[in-house]
């Protein structure tokens, strides 16, 4: 069974064992009672996507994309968002902000609507990218978001998700 929602809420239902894993791209506060078990399950790169529209501005450059475009964006208390508003900050440039989001799924139906340019990972929208519907505009340098399994210890943990777990690709050995 899958469930979405709010981190936080996911985090109770994790701590109540209604849920065994919580997949996030936003790692949960910790401090030294925290139960939470924390496995980095894969790193992406962060690019601009956008409609076939956006082909002749991406042209110009990425510097000039990221100026004129109407961008999509997470929003500012996530760290790919935090990252990208450095990038911004070092080229000097004010981007034109169309909307931001805080879910992957909105920020792509953000993109295939042509509100904008998505500041997304790319993986993200493979079936867009591959059937032609959104483009890679430009990929974002330096810029990466992480995926997260976190769990909490158990005295009978679920067999299937350790399977899972330690089938997942290790993410140190693909560096």
């Known amino acids: 069974m899958l469930r979405s929602g ?7 239902a994790l701590d109540a064992l209604r849920i065994d894993v919580l997949l996030t791209n936003h790692v949960p506060a910790r401090d030294a009672a925290s139960p939470y078990l924390v496995r980095r399950l894969a790193e992406q790169p962060v690019s601009l996507v956008g409609a ?15 100026a004129r475009a109407p ?7 996530t760290a790919l968002r935090a990252g990208f508003d450095a990038l911004v900050e070092t080229l000097g440039i ?13 920020l792509r139906l953000l993109a295939r609507s042509d509100a904008g340019v998505a500041v997304i990972p790319p993986i993200v929208v493979r079936d867009e990218l591959a059937n032609g519907t959104l483009y890679e505009l430009a990929q974002l340098p330096g810029l990466t978001e992480e995926f997260h399994a976190v769990t909490t210890p158990r005295t009978f943990p679920n067999p299937l998700l350790r399977d899972v777990l330690d089938s997942a690709p290790d993410p140190a050995s693909a560096m």
Not at 6 to 12: D, V
Not at 94 to 106: F, G, L, N, Q, Y
């Open 6 to 12: 709010t981190q936080a809420s996911l985090l109770r």
């Open 94 to 106: 004010v981007p034109r902000i169309a909307a931001e989001a805080d879910d992957m799924a909105m």
């Open 71 to 77: 961008l999509i964006l997470p929003t500012p208390e």
């Open 52 to 66: 076939r529209s956006r082909l002749a501005l991406a042209a110009q450059g990425l510097s000039v994309l990221l």
